[in-house]
């Protein structure tokens, strides 16, 4: 089955103690995206990779860092967690970089940072 | 900065109802897309509109395009309340590549 996995669903931490959120797509997807959501400002991208060993920076990046060492898979790792980054995270991947194409989600991690 | 809003935010109405749900922008986007979030889940992508004026339809959904590709309209028919859900409205810009902005959403609610 044609999917996005993540990570754990949830994630109950503390201030500082780092984490790794796991993503990863079985698709052949050039494209692979982290976004967070947060009521009332929908979905805010944080890093998107067109390809193996390129990433770049979304709109909220700050706190986080990521890395496409291959293809299938997008870890997004928050070296020192805050509780401003308690949020709902989204992986998501598409077929081609660079273009508005379907973009297939993951179910989302609940993250809580006391 | 790049802003879609969608309208209303919440919206709450009884099975056989129709609604509307708006998405407006103040850029141009060179295409839009229009997805579903059921509670737990991911967002689903419904359908994507390209051309200004464009009108397509999935069943009882019918959206929209704008003629100047600002702004974007769903529009349920008879809605069930297996439409329940958060629709979001994503707008992609032509950058260096098509970067994608979503809207904060409409949570819709059909009532049985």
């Known amino acids: 089955e044609a999917q996005v996995t993540q990570n754990p669903r949830y994630l109950i931490t503390v201030t500082g103690k780092k984490l790794t959120v796991t993503c990863s797509q079985n698709?052949?997807?050039?494209?692979m995206s982290w976004y967070r959501q947060d009521p009332g400002l929908g979905l805010r991208q944080i890093y998107y990779?067109?390809?193996?060993?390129?990433?770049d920076k979304g709109d909220v990046p700050e706190g986080y860092k990521v890395s496409r060492k291959e293809k299938r898979n997008f870890p997004l790792i928050l070296e020192s967690p805050s509780p401003n980054q308690t949020s709902l995270y989204f992986c998501?991947?598409?077929?081609?970089?660079?273009?508005?194409?379907?973009?297939?989600f993951g179910p989302g991690t609940r993250l809580t940072v006391l | 900065t790049q802003l879609l809003e969608q309208s209303p935010q919440f919206l709450s109405i009884q099975e056989g109802e129709n609604l509307t749900v708006y998405c407006n922008s103040s850029?141009?986007?060179?295409?839009l897309q229009w997805y579903r979030q059921e509670p737990g889940e991911g967002p689903v992508l419904l359908v994507t509109?390209?051309?200004?004026?464009e009108v397509k339809k999935l069943k009882r959904l019918t959206f929209q395009f704008g003629d100047a590709r600002k702004d974007s309209s769903l529009h349920i028919t008879a809605a069930q309340p297996g439409d329940t859900g958060l629709y979001l409205c994503?707008?992609?810009?032509?950058?260096?590549?098509?970067?994608?902005?979503f809207g904060p959403g409409t949570s819709l609610s059909v009532i049985p």
């Open positions: 998501a991947s598409s077929p081609i970089a660079g273009y508005a194409d379907t973009q297939y």
């Open positions: 698709m052949n997807h050039e494209y």
């Open positions: 990779s067109m390809n193996v060993e390129v990433t």
């Open positions: 850029s141009v986007f060179s295409s």
């Open positions: 509109v390209v051309t200004g004026g």
């Open positions: 994503a707008g992609a810009i032509k950058t260096s590549y098509d970067k994608v902005i």
